[in-house]
Structure formats: C-alpha cells, structure tokens
C-alpha cells in the first residue's frame, strides 16, 4: 500500500483547499478510503470516510458541512475539499485505506491562520 497525499498549505481563516491521495499498490476500487489529522499535541482523529463507489461518505462533527470527500477511482484518488476554514482546522492531513490499515503516507501540512 502507497499513499501520496498533496494540496496542503497556508491559508486564511474562511478559505479553502482542495487535498489529494493518490493510491497504488492495492484494489483502489474495491476500498473504502479515510482522511485523518493530527494537530500538534493531540491524536490522530477520523476526519471523512467514503465507500468503495463513492455512493456513502461520513465526516465528524467537527467538519460536516464545511468538508467533502470524492474519489476517482479511474485515477486511484480520493479527495478532501475543505471550505470554511476555520484556525482548528490546522493540522497534518493523511488518507488511509479503511481504518484499519498500518499503512501511511507522509501526509500533508494544513495551516489555517492569517
């Protein structure tokens, strides 16, 4: 399992970004695939879930309705656009095939701040 995630950076409160996972490696099309974050002190947490078609996506509290996931599975990419922005948003993003998987990739920084 591969896992290049890309599309971080800074941004002011309100904005927005659009993040990218690009998988290879396993049967993108046959997993679900997960965004996580960890801010600084703090644990890894479960920001978004999608299913195999795409047909059913979950997100915490914390960034429903401000957050989407997508996915292509003709590319092996799944997607995080994250509108609204918000300081507490800041954080390391990483995406992960289901939740239970030890694989990671190196993630990618998110700093929300004026």
């Known amino acids: 399992v591969q896992l290049v995630e890309s599309g971080g950076g800074l941004v002011q409160p309100g904005g927005s970004l659009r993040l990218s996972c690009a998988a290879s490696g396993f049967t993108f099309s046959t997993s679900d695939m997960t965004w996580y974050r960890q801010a600084p002190g703090k644990e890894r947490e479960l920001v978004a879930r999608i299913s195999r078609t795409g047909a059913y996506t979950n997100y915490a509290d914390s960034v429903k309705g401000r957050f989407s996931i997508s996915r292509d599975n003709a590319k092996n990419t799944v997607y995080l656009h994250m509108n609204s922005l918000k300081p507490e948003d800041t954080a390391v993003y990483y995406c992960?095939?289901?939740?239970?998987?030890?694989?990671w990739g190196q993630g990618t920084q998110v700093t929300v701040s004026s």
């Open positions: 992960r095939k289901g939740t239970s998987s030890t694989s």
